[in-house]
């Protein structure tokens, strides 16, 4: 008779515990298997051998051939621990190995990388730190140094991860990376059809791609001996997760990158405090090409007025191009009755509906939730209006105004797939599209030289979120949209804020910025303090304030961290469940893992270095 062999599983992607179940195989751990489970056939990985069991076990129904390299788990184990959830959601992050070894040459890029003295010292900079924060402005040519190090990788016989924030950068990115790198890179992104991921995971695992560019995502491909992490735009927050495991990529890339004592390079414009404090900086003092740009403030809240409008109009008719930025997808935020004050709410959710007047509806950006748009308010019979302008509006009044100019609407509500992304890319490129008008993808660094106008509205909104890292991330956001006007030419932009003393002070000089920022957070918030968020869901808000309550006074028996807020989330209710939250907050991290791992009993959501607070 076959002895048999017990084994410890995990179920990839699940929040349950580990299961026991026999093979009559050996099995190496972390290799991936089938097993049956409430008569359904699941993924699962081999967390390790065991000893027969007291009680009945089912029998592994085959062995796969992937396994998950030492590396992989032992960043999922990290995972794991850090961010609260199960090994099985960590492990669910990454693609597997094939069990058959493949062996990587060295290989040689298509043509030469001319770097200018500045790109040349930051280069030789870079080489003396495994890990360092490349502070560069806008059209400085940080992306001619990582295209440097990614040839040194290929010719060491090494691979490489560029990470980006979103499909936003991949474009144009994927045309530059190809020039010099050929068939060697693979884009990688949640828009990719499911045959495409197919055949690009099949080039990586064989050692055909060797360097993958893309989102967070692709971080946990499986490429053969990665020599070189580059975190593009490291201050992006869609490099956190949020939802589990809510890890942050740039965190992980940096874990990963002394675990496999590689490289890795953060790049920004506009670093986050956070990095720039802990991080060696390698700076980039001037863009590669010096042009003139020009600063107007007008006073205002999220509106276009005339000198815009005349703005836009004169730029145009010079042959440039031009671009109008605002925090707010679709036609408006809110909808309010001024009547009575009522604000026309999701039934779900405690927030606005947006209008989409084109759908002629209004639908919650939170749970999907749509209704007609309604004709009067439903409390007191008014008239509704909007309490702050979209993307929509902006191109309705814009064109009502300039007629003869065509205008691209630039956001998720109209830039839905890659195809449509590229098309929309490609035209401006062209020239056949005269203005952009969009929200944050707009400062996704596309590069176009006839970029002469930015039109910034709406910073102030940002500047007063409920969020320690407002101020960063409004001063950020003007740099980043000013940054994508005067690449070649003379360019002027205009911004829109009540506060133009805070904007206009740090002008060519947002390292000043980092420094008045870090005095602000220090003994207060990250990178001095850290941040933990519970999050809790109940469909019942009595039930919910009971949870919170028992959890807060268990933290509190501790006297190891700070309850910073506890109570009812900002945005209280999210498809038709009532939000709470608790705030942890203390200068030692362990102290603040240990709490958590302590009373989490899985009654709500561990959120570590929150980066949103809603």
Known sequence: MTALHYYDVCLLGRRTPLFTYHSRKKLAPFNLVEISLNGKIVLAAVVGKRRKPAFDTHEILQSLPYRYADYQCETAKFVEAYYACTLGEALALFEPFRTQATHLASREDRSDIALSPAQKSAYEALKNHSSALLFAPTGSGKTEIYMQLFADALKKGKSAIFLMPEISLTPQMEKRLKVHFGESVAIWHSKLTKKRKTETLEKIRNGEVRIVAGPRSALFLPLHDIGLIVVDEEHDDSYKAHNRPRYHARDLAL??????????????????????????????????????????????????????????????????????FLPTRANFKYLYCEGCGYSVECPYCSVGMSLHRHRRLVRCHYCGYAEKIPEKCPKCGSIVKSDRMGTAEVVEQLQARLGGLKIQQFDKDTITTAGKLQKALDKFSKKETDLLVGTQMLAKGHDYADITLAVVLGLDYILALPDYRARERAQSLFVQIAGRAGRAREATVIVQTNQPEFFSEYIGDYEKFLKDELKFREGLYPPYMHLCRFLFATKEEKKGLVEVERIRAHVESFNKVEIVGCGKAPIEKIAGKFRFNILLRSPNRSDLLRVVKAVDDGSFEVDMDPVDFA
């Open 255 to 324: 874990f990963m990158g002394k675990k496999l004592d590689v490289k890795v390079v953060l790049g920004s414009a506009t670093p986050s405090a956070v990095t720039y404090a802990r991080q060696p900086v390698v700076r980039i003092a001037d863009p590669f090409i010096k042009t003139k740009k020009r600063y107007i403030f007008e006073r205002g809240g999220c509106s276009l007025t005339s000198t815009m409008i005349e703005a836009i109009d004169t730029h145009h008719k010079a042959g440039g191009q031009a671009i109008v």
